[in-house]
């Protein structure tokens, strides 16, 4: 969240207590304390399994496993199929802490993390369609950062992102689209 006024974020995050985005089989939704266990599970699975790290117990794993102080700085999303967890992302705006390379007037995309046994069904995807959802209804917020890191799968990943309209580098995505005069 970024750092502001408290009654700034207080706004936010009422406004993100009742976001919710919808596909035909997906619920994405804000996490609640009781889904933080889950989430941090997850995104340390996910990215052990797609090779990122050679063991489960690297240190950025267990940092991805502290969902709850994460929590207290950003808004974090859980995607459901039939009321199971197989998906998050932390989003996050400049100021925070957790902020990697969000600029001003960005919303980032952190810790996106698909169950691997839901992977390539659009779970990703619909998370990144939701952010940029978010990101619409943020008062000062006009794109989306994503970064990805540097393994084969990442970069079909990647490439799949930029058919769909994604520049390269930090995957930025206007969330408004800009008139033309």
Request: charged share 25%; no cysteine.
């Amino acid at each position: 969240m970024a750092a502001g006024q408290p009654w700034q974020n207080q706004i936010i995050m009422n406004e993100a207590e009742t976001f919710t985005f919808r596909t035909a089989d997906l619920l994405i939704e804000l996490a609640t304390p009781g889904d933080y266990e889950r989430v941090g599970e997850l995104t340390a699975q996910s990215y052990f399994a797609a090779g990122h790290f050679e063991t489960p117990e690297h240190d950025y794993l267990q940092f991805v496993r502290k969902v709850q102080e994460r929590a207290e700085q950003s808004e974090i999303y859980v995607a459901r199929r039939q009321g199971e967890i197989i998906g998050s992302m932390t989003l996050i705006q400049v100021g925070s802490d957790y902020a990697d390379i969000a600029l001003p007037g960005e919303l980032e995309i952190r810790m996106l993390s698909v169950d691997p046994a839901a992977q390539r069904a659009g779970v990703g995807r619909a998370l990144v369609n939701a952010s940029i959802e978010r990101a619409r209804r943020l008062p000062g917020i006009h794109s989306v950062s994503l970064t990805t890191g540097a393994t084969a799968r990442l970069d079909r990943s990647r490439d799949r992102h930029q058919a769909s309209g994604v520049h390269a580098g930090t995957l930025k995505w206007a969330s408004k689209p800009k008139r033309r005069k």
